[in-house]
């Protein structure tokens, strides 16, 4: 018997054993399941910012067998993954006194507003954190509540910036993506609910 061909087949049962097991509670049966990358983009369809939707579960290699369940856990992961990300680089301005004062200010405002933007990003992670567990147990109203929360808590990061005139957001651009990835993750979530 020729051994790339058992291989091959075990490789493809294994992968069969896989699929149905994440498609255990989808209600598509995996018979007629379409295409994943025809699965993500039908997905996205629903939401608001259509690009960022298909990039955010392309870049992860579990989208192609994920069901809906498992695209909103990877949204929602890429929401958590973005604040983390934000959390630092607000870390990394505060400590650099030359990009505090090409914010267009002396620096102890921008100073403060950054360390409110420390505080607000760490209640929307605590937020996100707890969605990937009503996720999982499928409390999507719960979801909903805490990702619009985490949101608020984004803008009202931005406002601190907007509040003082000539002064610009060194976080504008991050907080605007992470408002168009809360925005996409509530809308899968509503898929579901
Ligand atoms: C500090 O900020 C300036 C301007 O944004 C940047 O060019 C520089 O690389 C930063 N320095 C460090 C150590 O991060
Ligand atoms: C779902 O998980 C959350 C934890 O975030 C918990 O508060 C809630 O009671 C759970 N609901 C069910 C139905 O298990």
């Known amino acids: 018997m ?11 049962a294994l992968l ?14 995996p018979g007629k399941s ?18 960022v939707c298909v990039s955010t579960l392309q870049s992860s290699p579990e989208s192609s067998c994920a069901d809906k369940k498992g695209l909103v856990l990877i949204s929602l992961n890429a929401c958590i993954a973005h604040a983390e990300y934000t959390v630092a680089y607000a870390q990394q301005l505060m400590n650099n006194a030359t990009a505090v004062a090409s914010t ?16 607000q ?23 909903n509540a805490k990702v619009s929360a985490a949101m608020t808590d984004s803008e ?4 601190g910036f907007a509040e003082r005139p000539g002064l610009a957001s060194p976080l504008a651009e991050r907080n605007a993506y992470f408002s168009k ?11 579901l609910s």
């Open 34 to 51: 379409v295409k994943p990358k025809d699965f993500v983009s039908s997905t996205c369809r629903h939401v608001k910012y259509f690009d």
């Open 181 to 191: 990835l809360c925005s996409n993750a509530l809308a899968v979530a509503q898929l």
């Open 156 to 159: 009202s990061c931005e406002d």
């Open 2 to 12: 020729n051994s790339t061909r058992v291989s091959a087949f075990l490789l493809s």
């Open 104 to 119: 267009g200010d002396d620096g102890d405002y921008a100073k403060q507003c950054l360390d409110d933007c420390l505080t």
């Open 16 to 29: 069969l054993l896989v699929l149905f097991s994440r498609q255990s509670d989808a209600t598509r049966s």
């Open 121 to 143: 990003y760490a209640d929307a992670l605590d937020e996100l954190r707890e969605t990937v567990m009503d996720a999982m147990n499928g409390t999507y109203d719960s979801v």
